[in-house]
């Protein structure tokens, strides 16, 4: 009853905060974003495909940063280049192949 008595309370505080074509507008932008970047994900979005964007996303961040890239050339004693081109490689699958998928029959 507790759970239930604090769900109610917290619904009334968003009630006052926002109005239903708030609530309505906030979802429509959610969703156009969702469809125009891969990386934000959906509701159907699976844990390998969220951990290979966020894989991506990081490769991309080391090789978009130049002091980054520097970083990691002299840490594992490379060229910038050859760095780079890792990066490019690990970007393929960067969480390995993707899991067989479950026939629904």
Same mark, same amino acid.
């Given at each position: ?31 156009? *974003?969702?469809?125009? =970047?891969?990386? +934000?994900? !959906? ?5 390998? @495909? ?11 961040? *080391?090789?978009?940063? =130049?002091?980054? +890239?520097? !970083? ?5 004693? @490379? ?27």
């Amino acid at each position: 009853t507790k759970l239930i008595l604090l769900d109610s309370l917290l619904q009334e505080r968003l009630d006052k905060v926002f109005k239903m074509g708030d609530r309505y507008n906030i979802l429509s932008q959610m969703e156009h *974003l969702q469809s125009k =970047y891969m990386g +934000t994900g !959906h509701a159907d979005t699976t844990k390998f @495909e969220w951990a290979t964007n966020q894989h991506r996303d990081t490769f991309a961040s *080391l090789m978009g940063h =130049y002091d980054l +890239t520097n !970083h990691l050339a002299i840490a594992e004693n @490379e060229s910038k280049a050859r760095i780079k081109f890792n990066l490019l490689e690990k970007m393929l699958q960067p969480c390995g192949p993707p899991p067989e998928k479950k026939s629904e029959d």
